[in-house]
């Protein structure tokens, strides 16, 4: 059977143990997503931060504008799941502040090229119940810096 790709960015959080069974039917991509974050943190710094953990393949902060205490909210994603099981599994993170980490999964988009993944993987590095989604993912496919 051939695995499908999703045409829409979507973020799913879950318990480990249904990953599988998602992955039996889509390639993941595997990430977090960091809420309550300060709004003047970007995303470099939020890159930089996670690198610790493995090779980071995409990195977008969204201001929200309409939330109470004006915070973001991050995506960032990993060249592998292990990668991203590392980075949740050091909490509590702080950055910049106290946030709030969630472990994701998100079907591979058809546009996703190996060359993103390529370049990511040259860079140097230091070192390495039922889940539901995560609201309007749209905007990671907007612009996703390298």
Same mark, same amino acid.
């Given at each position: 059977?051939?695995?499908?790709?999703?045409?829409?960015?979507?973020?799913?959080?879950?318990?480990?143990?249904?990953?599988?069974?998602?992955?039996?039917?889509?390639?993941?991509?595997?990430?977090?997503?960091?809420?309550?974050?300060?709004?003047?943190?970007?995303?470099?710094?939020?890159?930089?931060?996670?690198?610790?953990?493995?090779?980071?393949?995409?990195?977008?902060?969204?201001?929200?504008?309409?939330?109470?205490?004006?915070?973001?909210?991050?995506?960032?994603?990993?060249?592998? =799941?292990?990668?991203?099981?590392?980075?949740?599994?050091?909490?509590?993170?702080?950055?910049?502040?106290?946030? =709030?980490?969630?472990?994701?999964?998100?079907?591979?988009?058809?546009?996703?090229?190996?060359?993103?993944?390529?370049?990511?993987?040259?860079?140097?590095?230091?070192?390495?119940?039922?889940?539901?989604?995560?609201?309007?993912?749209?905007?990671?496919?907007?612009?996703?810096?390298?």
């Amino acid at each position: 059977m051939d695995k499908v790709k999703s045409k829409k960015r979507v973020c799913i959080s879950l318990p480990k143990k249904y990953m599988a069974a998602l992955a039996k039917n889509y390639e993941l991509d595997h990430g977090l997503v960091i809420t309550e974050l300060n709004p003047y943190v970007n995303a470099g710094y939020v890159r930089a931060y996670f690198k610790d953990w493995g090779v980071v393949t995409a990195c977008k902060v969204k201001k929200m504008p309409n939330s109470e205490q004006n915070k973001a909210v991050a995506y960032v994603r990993f060249s592998s =799941e292990d990668e991203a099981d590392k980075a949740e599994w050091s909490s509590p993170h702080y950055i910049g502040g106290d946030v =709030e980490v969630k472990r994701v999964v998100s079907p591979k988009m058809e546009e996703d090229s190996y060359e993103e993944v390529a370049q990511a993987m040259a860079r140097p590095r230091r070192s390495m119940g039922l889940g539901y989604i995560l609201g309007d993912a749209q905007w990671l496919d907007n612009e996703m810096e390298e």
